[in-house]
């Protein structure tokens, strides 16, 4: 029949029916957002790699050849009103290396000489080894370095002679302080001597103590003039003028009385000294034996 429906198309219709029907009931449903696109991670790249910077090694000084080297032993001649004296000047290890350093001085005066001696005697007290010395000392560390110098007595038995401590004074010291970078002042100025030149250093550093800090009499001839008065250059000389004081003589020594009879009368008027009273002679074997005692006690005022 026309206008009716096939069972089967009724079935159909009726379901189409009931979806819409659904549909319309159902709440709206939102899509699902699109999920966040988050840029990938990156692994950061390893920084570059330095190359460690090299420390510079701490420079070495140069080792200066000088300061195990002896010292230099430097020959001339001070003109005086007369002849000129000869003088032997030790100059202490690293000298010329250090131009602008100054050094304290120490005199040392020689014996009498001999005629039959064919060494000139302002060599005496390098024969006996004062050089080495004050080359061990240095070289130890014991003493700072000093300059010696050994001026000639030579003129003994001529009118000269007399006056050698005045040419001493007047030329050989003003011209050391002239021509070597000595400190020029009382306590930087030492004066030692032995035999007729210990006689010398007894005049000189008693008569004119505001010169010399340290003085060393070793077995001294005291001068035939100078034993009378060196009574009243003791008692005279004020107490803060007095300079150190080294005195040594050997028990066999012709001079051993006179030289007891002076320690005797530093101790009288309380004077600050040294005393040895030695085994030995009037002889270089003697000195020799005790020149390494001598350099010490002098380079002691200058540590």
Do not use: K
């Not at 319309?24 to 790249?45: G, N, Q």
């Not at 001339?76 to 050094?103: Q, S």
């Not at 000489?113 to 130890?140: C, K, T, V």
Request: contains cysteine.
């Amino acid at each position: 029949m026309r206008g009716m429906l096939t069972r089967p198309a009724t079935r159909l219709l009726l379901t189409l029916s009931l979806l819409s029907g659904l549909w319309a009931c159902s709440p709206s449903i939102e899509p699902f957002p699109t999920p966040t696109r988050f840029p990938p991670t990156r692994t950061p790249s390893p920084a570059p790699t330095r190359p460690p910077t090299e420390i510079p090694p701490t420079p070495t000084p140069t080792a200066l050849t000088c300061l195990s080297a002896d010292g230099e032993l430097v020959h001339g001649e001070v003109a005086t009103a007369e002849r000129p004296i000869a003088i032997i000047v030790y100059l202490p290890p690293c000298y010329e290396e250090f131009p602008e350093r100054r050094y304290p001085v120490l005199y040392l005066l020689n014996g009498q000489p001999f005629l039959h001696d064919p060494h000139p005697p302002g060599e005496q007290w390098i024969r006996i080894g004062a050089a080495e010395a004050a080359d061990a000392l240095i070289h130890s560390g014991e003493a700072a370095p000093f300059i010696i110098v050994f001026p000639e007595d030579r003129y003994w038995n001529i009118q000269q002679g007399v006056r050698f401590g005045q040419y001493f004074l007047v030329d050989v010291i003003p011209y050391i302080e002239a021509n070597f970078r000595v400190i020029a002042d009382r306590e930087h100025r030492a004066l030692g001597g032995l035999s007729r030149g210990g006689g010398w250093a007894f005049q000189i550093g008693l008569t004119r103590p505001e010169l010399f800090g340290s003085l060393g009499l070793h077995a001294p001839a005291i001068l035939s003039g100078d034993r009378a008065a060196s009574e009243r250059w003791m008692r005279e000389l004020p107490s803060d003028l007095w300079p150190r004081i080294y005195l040594d003589v050997g028990d066999n020594d012709l001079e051993r009385d006179f030289n007891i009879h002076i320690e005797e009368r530093l101790t009288y008027y309380s004077v600050p000294h040294e005393w040895r009273l030695n085994n030995g002679a009037h002889d270089e074997a003697y000195w020799s034996a005790h020149v390494d005692e001598y350099l010490r006690w002098y380079a002691e005022a200058w540590r």
